[in-house]
Each structure stands twice: as C-alpha cells, then as structure tokens.
C-alpha cells in the first residue's frame, strides 16, 4: 500500500530539529551580536539597509534613548561572513505605502548593493516594519526574492506554507524564550521543527540584556549534535527542494531532480538521497 511508504522530511544529517536566527537593521550592535552566535557556533541572517550604511543617529524607540549608529558598508563582507546577508530595503519604508515600482527599486536596489558588498546572492528578506500584503509580496517574487520573515511571533515551531509568510517562533524578548528553548531541545519531535529567533541588536544594548541571548545559545548549543545550525536561506533551498522530490505510484521509486542531499524518515528508518540520484525500488 502506498501509505506504507510516507514520507517525512528531516534535516541534513537525519536531524529533525533546525535552529535559525534573524536580525534587522544593521545597527552597530550587530558587532557584538556577531560575535557571541560566532563563539557559540550558531548561523544566522542579517537584514540590511544599503541606502544607510555609516548613519550616526539617536533616537527613542520604546521609551529608550538608543543609539542607532549604522554599521560602515566596508564592515558587511567580513563581519558577517559565515552568515546570511539578507535584504530590508535600502530606506527602510512602508513598503504597504509605496506604489509597486517604487518598492521594486527599494528591493532591487538593496539586493544589487547588497550582492556587490558580499559577492553573494541576496535572496531572502525581512519586511520593514513587518508591513506587507498580497501586493508587496508579489513585487518581492517579481524582484527575486524566495523568503521574507514577518513579525508575527508564533511560539511554534513550525515550517512554513509559504516563505514569504515567514513567521518566527519568538522574539528574544518574549517571556518564554528559555520555556520554547527547553521545549525545542528536550521534547521528542514527530516531524521536522524549526526554532526561530528574530529582534535588533540594539534592543540589547538599550537594555543593558546581552546576557539572554548569551544564555539562550549557551543552553542550545549544549544541543548541537540534534539540530541543524542554519541561516534563513539555507533552511528555504532544503524545504523547497524536498518539495521537488519525485515518486513513482507505488511510492516506492524515489528521484531527487536537486543538487543536494536530502535526508527523510519512511517506515521508522532513515534515508538520504544525493542530488539527481534516483532511490528504491524499497
């Protein structure tokens, strides 16, 4: 029967758990930030302002006198290298505001900067204000973009029906950072899960806190072995391309059309199947 041969996705190594972080704005703080997910091992995405790169700035946000200073754009290759440089607009505006062609060049723009500085491909997003509707997403997949995160925390750990509806788990800020971490590292999972972590770096500072975050990677990486360690767009070309699997009716002759190895769980045993590999008959 062909129920006998379900199959579940799980993460590189047969993992079933992936932990990812993003963080908006390009602040200064970043420095810092970067420094503590790299002591820890962890991998994350960063979200960007080309049109902002070395404005000093102080402003109140949340009833704190933050300093907003930008991070120089000859910073952005080296500081976060062994992470993912994502887009946020050059100007950081409503993009639910702006007629269509006027966010398609907020987009463009910031991708093509953004690619220059990094020499890499910048396809994810964050939107700026967490503003976005029907119309902003169809202008990001016109201008390439195969993600964008929401600020729309969920406590879950759920994979999403459509990347550019990311919602997060939880912002670090939330009363149940270290009750999820638990959760995520400790329950059994059924299927795959992934913990999603987002905020600003400068929310650290303005509250003198930096010990949260530090808490909550040093409880996590104690377990690395079970997660994948991944930034937002390495986590959207795994889910997609196990989207793409193909199977013959029986279920039981399995083709991998992409160029990686996917991993999956089907009758209690785990499996891998390397790119353009064709698996089974099981």
Not at 15 to 25: G, N, P, V
Not at 68 to 73: K, L, N
Not at 192 to 216: C, M, P, R, T
Request: a negative charge; proline letters at 3%; glycine letters at 8%.
């Amino acid at each position: 029967m062909i129920m006998e041969y379900e199959l579940n996705m799980l993460f590189p190594g047969g993992k079933k758990k992936a932990l990812t972080f993003s963080y908006d704005d390009g602040t200064i703080h970043d420095r810092k930030l970067v420094a503590v997910m790299n002591k820890y091992g962890m991998k994350g995405t960063f979200n960007l302002n080309s049109g902002l790169f070395g404005r000093h700035e102080r402003k109140v946000i949340g009833g704190f006198d933050t300093d907003f200073t930008r991070i120089g754009a000859e910073e952005v290759k080296d500081l976060y290298a062994g992470h993912e440089v994502a887009s946020h607009t050059v100007n950081h505006p409503f993009l639910t505001r702006l007629p269509s062609n006027m966010g398609a060049k907020e987009i463009l723009q910031d991708r093509s900067n953004l690619e220059g500085l990094t020499g890499e491909l910048v396809r994810g997003f964050a939107y700026p204000y967490g503003a976005y509707d029907e119309k902003v997403e169809e202008v990001l997949s016109a201008c390439g973009i195969e993600y964008a995160r929401t600020v729309n925390s969920t406590d879950r750990f759920d994979i999403p029906r459509d990347f550019l509806e990311w919602h997060p788990t939880c912002h670090h800020d939330s009363p149940k950072l270290m009750e999820l971490a638990e959760k995520f590292c400790k329950e059994s999972a059924q299927e795959a899960e992934i913990f999603y972590l987002w905020g600003h770096s400068y929310e650290f500072s303005q509250k003198d806190n930096w010990q949260v975050i530090e808490d909550f990677m040093k409880y996590v990486s104690d377990y690395k072995e079970h997660i994948w360690l991944a930034a937002n767009i390495e986590i959207t070309d795994y889910v997609e391309a196990f989207k793409k699997l193909r199977r013959s009716t029986d279920g039981r002759i399995i083709y991998n059309p992409a160029g990686m190895t996917l991993w999956f769980a089907m009758n209690g045993e785990v499996h891998c199947i390397h790119g353009n590999e064709k698996y089974g008959p099981l």
